[in-house]
């Protein structure tokens, strides 16, 4: 099955920095990776998501990059602001899975 | 997202006894998903459905049992509780993924979670 590793666990950084978040994965036949925020005490919720179609997709501060030979993909965050603070977890789905395998997760922390 | 819902918020139980969770959704999503968060380990699968008549374990099942009452319901039984159950449990819905008939999104929809204390 699909193996996902997310680097790094923990991520501190300034704010008005830029933030990355790293993942691998290991099905060459992956298709979709999504990104979710999950903030203190909530609910995980979709920030922005990917296509093996494409190599990059942006929405404001937020992109991501994929690189399916390498079979990884990141989460770029610039000009972070403190509520940018969560927990990010990345995931991959395809290949003939019909559900996605998570990352372990990053919590990332602005500090004003 | 408040169209996905679970009962109850909060529980403490004692090792031996039987739990149950229970998750509702007014998204009219056939997907229906089971997920347990433990610090440093992500999100890992329980239990899914993808209509009522199915039911797949995923990568961590030993333990636990769930029952599709109805597209809209899918409840997480803890036949008998242990203190390495403790955990936030997480009910999550989607949509059928595009490529699919009628398909649109492969958008996960959590629930606000059921934080479980085992004793």
């Known amino acids: 099955g699909e193996n996902v590793e997310q680097h790094p666990s923990t991520l501190s950084v300034q704010e008005g920095d830029s933030a990355v978040i790293k993942c691998t994965y290991s099905d060459s036949a992956s298709n979709y990776f999504p990104w979710y925020k999950q903030e203190l005490g909530k609910r995980p919720q979709l920030i922005i998501d990917?296509?093996?179609?494409?190599g990059e997709k942006k929405d404001q501060r937020i992109a991501v990059t994929l690189n399916k030979t390498a079979k990884h993909f990141s989460l770029h965050i610039t000009e972070t602001q403190p509520e940018d603070s969560a927990v990010y977890f990345c995931a991959a789905k395809g290949g003939g899975s019909y559900i996605p395998t998570f990352g372990r997760g990053t919590s990332l922390i602005v500090h004003p | 997202d408040a169209d996905v819902t679970q009962t109850p918020r909060n529980r403490i139980t004692k090792t031996g006894k039987r739990i149950m969770l229970e998750c509702s959704q007014t998204?009219?999503?056939?997907?229906m998903y089971w997920y347990r968060q433990d610090p440093g380990l992500g999100l890992r699968l329980i239990y899914y459905s993808f209509d009522v008549k199915d039911i797949n374990k995923g990568e961590i099942s030993d333990g636990y049992s769930v029952s599709r009452q109805a597209q809209a319901k899918f409840s997480l039984s803890l036949e008998s509780a242990i203190p390495n159950q403790t955990a936030l449990y997480f009910c999550?819905?989607?949509?059928?993924?595009?490529?699919?008939?009628?398909?649109?999104?492969?958008?996960?929809?959590f629930g606000p979670g059921t934080r479980l204390t085992v004793l």
């Open positions: 990917i296509r093996s179609n494409v």
């Open positions: 999550a819905t989607s949509d059928l993924p595009p490529g699919l008939a009628g398909g649109r999104t492969d958008t996960q929809y």
């Open positions: 998204k009219g999503h056939d997907r």
